[in-house]
T-cell receptor, first 111, second 114 residues
Framework: KQEVTQIPAALSVPEGENLVLNCSFTDSAIYNLQWFRQDPGKGLTSLLL?????REQTSGRLNASLDKSSGRSTLYIAASQPGDSATYLCAVEWDGNKLVFGAGTILRVKS | NAGVTQTPKFRVLKTGQSMTLLCAQDMNHEYMYWYRQDPGMGLRLIHYSVGEGTTAKGEVPDGYNVSRLKKQNFLLGLESAAPSQTSVYFCASSLPPRIGETQYFGPGTRLLVL
């Protein structure tokens, strides 16, 4: 079964710290891997999408890497800010039209 | 553009009642999806549609029906609501999937079944 696992489930850090969120997945034959941000009571916002042929993507203070052979992706957040507090979801697309989500990491950045 | 909108935002039902959740998108997307999100779990796909007049089952379709009569709308129906259907429901839409294409999500509908 194709599954996505995220570790840790929750993370609390002081403002300014660099941090890493982890995502692991079964079956390396992926189309895309995406990182989403979800604010309380809100929908999902796509942060970064890594295609199967890519190793990483960057957007501002965010960097996502992909290692298909080991079934892992990491989301690196540099110089964290209180506004980064949210739930971060990793989603993998194996089939051409279905996303499989991890349970998410709840991030709290303390000021 | 409004993107993906969902109606209603919140609803309370009694066990056995029925209701329909409406999803609308103004991006002319072919594909539309319904997910549910439960505490401690990721989003799970309920049903999806690859075009007007078509629907298909996702991972957790039991207890739900869907219809796609118009390209811009995707309806999710609960014929006889159960407490296990208490959840947050998200709709999404996308262009035909290909490498690099993303889904766009609505704000969600919170459903409480008593």
């Amino acid at each position: 079964k194709q599954e996505v696992t995220q570790i840790p489930a929750a993370l609390s850090v002081p403002e300014g710290e660099n941090l890493v969120l982890n995502c692991s997945f079964t079956d390396s034959a992926i189309y895309n891997l995406q990182w989403f941000r979800q604010d309380p009571g809100k929908g999902l916002t796509s942060l970064l999408l890594i295609q199967s042929s890519q190793r990483e993507q960057t957007s501002g203070r965010l960097n996502a890497s992909l290692d298909k052979s080991s079934g892992r992706s990491t989301l690196y957040i540099a110089a964290s800010q209180p506004g980064d507090s949210a739930t971060y979801l990793c989603a993998v697309e194996w089939d051409g039209n279905k996303l499989v989500f991890g349970a998410g990491t709840i991030l709290r950045v303390k000021s | 553009n409004a993107g993906v909108t969902q109606t209603p935002k919140f609803r309370v039902l009694k066990t056995g009642q029925s209701m329909t959740l409406l999803c609308a998108q103004d991006m002319n997307h072919e594909y539309m999806y319904w997910y549910r999100q439960d505490p401690g779990m990721g989003l799970r796909l309920i049903h999806y549609s690859v075009g007007e007049g078509t629907t298909a089952k996702g991972e957790v379709p039991d207890g739900y029906n869907v219809s796609r009569l118009k390209k811009q709308n995707f309806l999710l129906g609960l014929e006889s609501a159960a407490p296990s259907q208490t959840s947050v429901y998200f709709c999404a839409s996308s262009l035909p999937p290909r490498i690099g294409e993303t889904q766009y999500f609505g704000p969600g509908t919170r459903l409480l079944v008593l």
